[in-house]
């Protein structure tokens, strides 16, 4: 957990589903993009910040279907998921206000 953490801790900003390594982002200050599926922000569970963003479906209406989000999906199309595009995550990814410059740290050193 403290290696996740000081890793976390280096990045120019964490593109990360809602699981343990978005609240070590949380915890470390990093920036996150926290991509959304069968739950929601809503629950309590989402980033905080306001440099974070949220990536999620904006219009299923059988999301959410469960509070930490089943194994399978229970209607069996996963579209939560998959109709999330690449081009959508790298675009809050943009979005996120100081990145380049927390980029152009992070690899100096």
Do not use: K, W, Y
Not at 39 to 67: I, K, N, Q, Y
Request: overall charge positive; glycine content about 8%.
């Amino acid at each position: 957990l403290r290696a996740s953490a000081a890793l976390i801790a280096r990045a120019a900003v964490l593109v990360t589903n809602d699981s343990a390594p978005l609240h070590l982002a949380t915890a470390t200050g990093t920036p996150i993009v926290a991509v959304f599926g069968p739950t929601v922000p809503a629950f309590g569970f989402g980033p905080r910040g306001a440099r974070d963003r949220v990536v999620e479906h904006p219009s299923l209406a059988c999301r959410p279907c469960s509070a930490h989000g089943p194994v399978r999906c229970p209607l069996g199309h996963h579209r939560c998921m998959r109709d999330l595009s690449v081009e959508q995550v790298a675009e809050a990814v943009a979005a996120v206000p100081g990145v380049e410059e927390r980029r152009a740290v992070r690899t100096r050193r």
